[in-house]
């Protein structure tokens, strides 16, 4: 998997956007960027990914530079219910797990 | 429909103990992995199945840890003579297509083991 590397932890106030960073910058040509989010005592939940172009749906947007280095996820108006941890995942092509590593805490906050 | 099934949702046993850990991934999905995850940490790849063949366990730590999904379907994560290192959340997902292609992973709610 290419490496990334998110900041530890991120504060939002609740109802504004939350723009979690994440940096992939040895990811290949063909190999998706994947979002993933857990919420406590939960099991993972995919929240989006995408290869090139911005995407959006009815949970987040992805924003991925240019040159695919860095990635951004978008969540427009947070919620209580958004804090969790977020992991940002560049899996290489044909593999055959994801490798999490120790993503984002998000914290909401009223 | 329903999602991915764990059970038992919680095991607590005896360290040197056997323990099998059930996964019934969403009907029609061909691949089905098995995550381990410590307190604080993210999730740990264990195996991963296509149909009834596990086609990737370089995340088995040992050969204390067996799976098998025999029909293709249902998954049991096996743990021989459990340590106190084992304790940790297992979760199992599933998708329908190989990981090869771009397509989410559905996880379940986990099974959380304690070796006491």
Redesign the interface.
Known sequence: DAKTTQPPSMDCAEGRAANLPCNHSTISGNE?V?WYRQIH??????II?G?KNNETNEMASLIITEDRKSSTLILPHATLRDTA?Y?CIA?R???????????TRLTVIP | GAG?SQTPSNKVTEKGKYVELRCDPISGHTAL?W?RQSL??????LI?FQGTGA??DS?LPNDRFFAVRPEGSVSTLKIQRTERGDSAVY?C?SSPLP??G?T???????TRLTVV
């Open positions: 998706y994947y005592s939960q099991g993972p939940q995919y990914h290869l941890v992991y899996p092509t044909g593999a055959n797990n994801l490798f999490f590593g120790t993503g | 991915v992995y995550y604080g940490q993210g999730p740990e790849f991963y086609a990737d995340g979760l997902a990981r090869g771009s989410e992973a559905f996880f379940g709610q986990g």
